[in-house]
T-cell receptor, first 114, second 108 residues
């Protein structure tokens, strides 16, 4: 089935560690996105990529990094510089980054700092 | 990028029609209006999209007045399973800012 796969579902990070969240899509979409959601809050855009080898900062990019070496993959690294990383992380994709195209989401990953 | 304003929360009862309005005063000519639904610990999913007038699908209707500065998502005869957060998105490029959405609580 076509869709977006995020892994792991649950991840624990120690203080000072970098962790990477995986996101893979087989929808042949050009655009991919990462969002962060805190409990009871809306989604905030971290990074987005319109095409392979290109990515742009979103509203809360500090403390995060991404890469887009392949069309189907858009991993997110939460670095030690992100002081409050505990949140629900959502990866998404769309055919192109235009509002006329539906955004499809993965199931999300919970990151907790221990 | 057009900013949207939605009510923070709404309450309803099973079987009622629910209308959620989104204001987007700065909508641009090429902007679409899209609504998403999100359940706890899940990613949002597409409900409906429109550009002008009225759009209807199997789950909802979307009403857009001529000036397009607002839109109304209409959910007919809601059930308990419609309890969720509803987001209105507007914009051409980078239509990616979801905001806080409207939390709909459906009571039995």
């Amino acid at each position: 089935d076509g869709g977006i796969t995020q892994s792991p579902k649950y991840l624990f990070r120690k203080e000072g560690q970098n962790v990477t969240l995986s996101c893979e899509q087989n929808l042949n979409h050009d655009a991919m996105y990462w969002y962060r959601q805190d409990p009871g809050q809306g989604l905030r855009l971290i990074y987005y990529s319109q095409i392979v080898n290109d990515f742009q900062k979103g509203d809360i990019a500090e403390g995060y990094s991404v890469s887009r070496e392949k069309k189907e993959s858009f991993p997110l690294t939460v670095t030690s510089a992100q002081k409050n990383p505990t949140a629900f992380y959502l990866c998404a994709s769309s055919i192109t980054p235009y509002s006329g195209n539906t955004i499809y989401f993965g199931e999300g990953s919970w990151l907790t700092v221990v | 990028l057009a900013k949207t304003t939605q009510p923070i929360s709404m309450d309803s009862y099973e079987g009622q029609e629910v209308n959620i309005t989104c204001s987007h005063n700065n909508i641009a000519t090429n902007d679409y209006i899209t609504w998403y639904q999100q359940f706890p610990s899940q990613g949002p999913r597409f409900i409906i999209q429109g550009y002008k007038t009225k759009v209807t699908n199997e789950v909802a209707s979307l009403f857009i007045p001529a000036d397009r500065k607002s839109s109304t998502l209409s959910l007919p005869r809601v059930s308990l399973s419609d309890t969720a957060v509803y987001y209105c998105l507007v914009g051409e490029r980078r239509a990616l800012t979801f905001g806080s959405g409207t939390r709909l609580q459906v009571q039995p």
